[in-house]
């Protein structure tokens, strides 16, 4: 079954305490992405990656870094969580040439307290 | 950033009445997506449109893409408790980001 996974769904953590998000995808997308939601605020693109090896910032990277060593992983790394990371977040991927049309996650709940 | 604007951000209706949500811009897109959220799961994506003018059905659901290319619209015709939901745009352009709207939130009443 074609999918894109996170874990953990859930995470309640303490400000400054590292972590980190996996995501995987099992359709040779070349494409990855991570969003987070929020009320009011809809879905903003954190970093996004073309390939393996490249990443690039999206509307709101401040707080996170990526990496893209895999096709098919791209995890997500809070080095110093704070409580406005606090968030839903979620992982998604596509073709290169269809960016528009993203696989999405089943989304990670953190809390930062 | 592109900005992408929907309306209305929240809608209540009874099940049987067509409803019309919309996704405006001052910005040009190359192509314009509809995605659908149910709560606890992620984006599910409806359809894509790409030339201006275009209109696609999808059972129920009529997509249109302003000719500018700057707006689209989601027509539902006889909504059924089934179609609740949020119902998110969104626009790609050159640089492969995706900016979404903020969502229309819709409740269809049995």
């Known amino acids: 079954e074609a999918q894109v996974t996170q874990n953990p769904r859930y995470l309640i953590t303490v400000t400054g305490k590292k972590l980190t998000v996996t995501c995987s995808q099992n359709?040779?997308?070349?494409?990855m992405s991570w969003y987070r939601q929020d009320p009011g605020l809809g879905l903003r693109q954190i970093y996004y990656?073309?390939?393996?090896?490249?990443?690039d910032k999206g509307d709101v990277p401040e707080g996170y870094k990526v990496s893209r060593k895999e096709k098919r992983n791209f995890p997500l790394i809070l080095e110093s969580p704070s409580p406005n990371q606090t968030s839903l977040y979620f992982c998604?991927?596509?073709?290169?040439?269809?960016?528009?049309?993203?696989?999405f996650g089943p989304g990670t709940r953190l809390t930062v307290t | 950033t592109q900005l992408l604007e929907q309306s209305p951000q929240f809608l209540s209706i009874q099940e049987g009445e067509n409803l019309t949500v919309y996704c405006n811009s001052s910005?040009?897109?190359?192509?314009l997506q509809w995605y659908r959220q149910e709560p606890g799961e992620g984006p599910v994506l409806l359809v894509t449109?790409?030339?201006?003018?275009e209109v696609k059905k999808l059972k129920r659901l009529t997509f249109q893409f302003g000719d500018a290319r700057k707006d689209s619209s989601l027509h539902i015709t006889a909504a059924q408790t089934g179609d609740t939901g949020l119902y998110l745009c969104?626009?790609?352009?050159?640089?492969?980001?995706?900016?979404f709207g903020g969502g229309t939130r819709l409740m269809v009443k049995p």
């Open positions: 998604a991927s596509s073709n290169w040439d269809r960016v528009g049309e993203q696989y």
């Open positions: 359709m040779n997308h070349e494409y």
């Open positions: 990656s073309m390939n393996v090896e490249v990443t």
């Open positions: 910005s040009v897109f190359s192509s």
């Open positions: 449109v790409v030339t201006g003018g």
């Open positions: 969104a626009g790609g352009d050159a640089g492969n980001m995706l900016t």
